[in-house]
């Protein structure tokens, strides 16, 4: 069976009602279980694993901290991109024909430079929830990954409904948001934009 | 026919993860591991003989161990702070005496509320808790030092900063007493010295001209 990847997402009548429902559902059930194990194993990790304090430092950067705010801001950036590109995607907004090619390396990257930041939070602060800021940031934090997981391999199942990726994609997004507000904006409005 | 791109940037993703953490892990930069070599450079404490009993393997906290709480007070001859954070059964305590000679010191809290944390220096204390304060003694090996801590409630407690700070290792302790009043030290490269006031409501505190985060400390 071939399916033109393109229209994978793509909510249409299955011509096998009954095995299309089944594959359906772990089409779903997989990425939401995965995205479970991701932030349980990321939660579990930062609670269990006793806070180092500190990890090391990229050269140019005064401290862990910058490092990390810019980090996340540049993924922040990104991120932005991937809302705006989506919408082209969908035919919200006009786009040039390569708003697909944008969106996947707009995402990659932001992905990749908030995973660094991430594995600091974890390694050196570890799951926190001693004042309000820090309990959303540590919650969402590992929710985020959860999630983008779950996203990313929503993005290998098919027949699904034309609504679920807007949603999943708009958590991400809205997860990471608020993970970029409770730390790094946080950061630079008590530290200032200092590198 | 399914896409694989996706899979490739979690495994990317996860590939990065890995390879940060084994660097993290080599490097050694935690402060547990480069808590050891500092104590030379500690001048008016000179270092003590690792106790050979370093782990105190005392029984296994039973389920009615003591409740989770801070405790901040001074030592009898006014001379130092001393403070506690007892979680789950475990205790970290932070001895420092606002110039020089610090101390953190770990262990586990016996069901009864009695204590006996050591420190990588060769420090013990010995503390039991009793009516919502810690009382007891700490033993630097020059000198042993009574002490009593109540009962603290944040913003009191004990805090620790450890940063990077051009080239140099930063590593500061403070105890923010009940009153209001904070005993800290800083260490750059491991040569201890007064520490700069913290802000105790965000841990805010500019060293060196750097500003860094005090983060309250749980075993």
């Known amino acids: 069976m071939t399916v033109d990847p393109n229209a994978a997402t793509q909510d249409f009548?299955?011509?096998?009602?009954?095995?299309?429902?089944?594959?359906?559902?772990?089409?779903?059930?997989?990425?939401a279980l995965v995205a479970g194990a991701v932030a349980l194993a990321l939660g579990a990790y930062g609670k269990v694993h006793e806070p180092a304090g500190t990890a090391f430092n990229l050269a140019g950067f005064s401290s862990t901290g910058a490092v990390k705010s810019w980090l996340a801001t540049g993924a922040m950036g990104f991120a932005v991109v991937q809302f705006v590109s989506a919408l082209m995607v969908y035919g919200k907004l006009p786009g040039p024909s390569w708003a697909g090619v944008l969106h996947r390396w707009s995402g990659r990257v932001a992905f990749l430079a908030a995973v660094p930041v991430a594995?600091?939070?974890?390694?050196?602060?570890?799951?926190?929830?001693?004042e309000p800021r820090v309990l959303w940031h540590s919650l969402l934090g590992c929710f985020f990954f959860g999630a983008f997981s779950a996203k990313m391999l929503l993005l290998r199942s098919e027949r699904l409904p034309g609504w679920l990726l807007p949603i999943v994609g708009g958590l991400v997004f809205a997860a990471l948001t608020v993970v970029w507000l409770t730390s790094a904006l946080w950061f630079f409005r008590t530290f200032g934009v200092t590198t | 026919m399914k896409r694989s791109g996706p899979l490739f940037t979690l495994l990317g993703g996860l590939l990065l993860a890995l390879v940060m953490l084994s660097l993290n892990a080599t490097t050694g930069t935690s402060p547990t591991a480069s808590g050891g070599g500092e104590t030379p450079a500690t001048k008016v404490s000179p270092s003590p003989e690792p106790e050979p009993t370093k782990t105190t393997a005392s029984p296994s906290p039973s389920p009615s161990a003591p409740g989770n709480a801070d405790y901040a007070?001074?030592?009898?001859?006014?001379?130092?702070?001393?403070?506690?954070?007892?979680?789950?059964?475990?205790?970290?305590?932070y001895f420092c005496d606002g110039r020089d000679q610090e101390s953190w010191l770990k262990g586990d809290v016996k069901a009864d509320g009695s204590m006996r944390l050591t420190s990588k220096q060769g420090g013990v204390l010995n503390g039991e808790l009793k009516g919502g304060r810690i009382s007891?003694?700490?033993?630097?090996?020059?000198?042993?030092y009574g002490f009593t801590a109540d009962k603290a409630l944040k913003p009191s407690g004990l805090y620790r900063a450890t940063e990077s700070v051009r080239g140099a290792e930063i590593d500061g302790g403070w105890i923010v007493l009940p009153d209001g009043q904070q005993v800290g030290i800083?260490?750059?490269?491991?040569?201890?010295?007064?520490?700069?006031r913290i802000d105790p409501e965000t841990g805010a505190v500019t060293v060196d001209g750097q500003q860094l985060t005090a983060r309250p400390v749980q075993p």
């Open chain 2, 73 to 93: 007070g001074r030592t009898d001859d006014d001379s130092s702070a001393v403070a506690v954070s007892l979680r789950d059964g475990k205790a970290i305590a």
């Open chain 1, 13 to 31: 009548p299955s011509p096998e009602p009954a095995r299309g429902r089944r594959q359906q559902a772990v089409g779903y059930l997989v990425p």
């Open chain 2, 136 to 144: 007891g003694t700490v033993d630097m090996g020059q000198q042993e």
């Open chain 1, 119 to 130: 594995v600091h939070c974890l390694y050196a602060l570890g799951y926190q929830t001693y």
């Open chain 2, 186 to 196: 800083v260490k750059r490269d491991g040569t201890p010295s007064a520490a700069p």
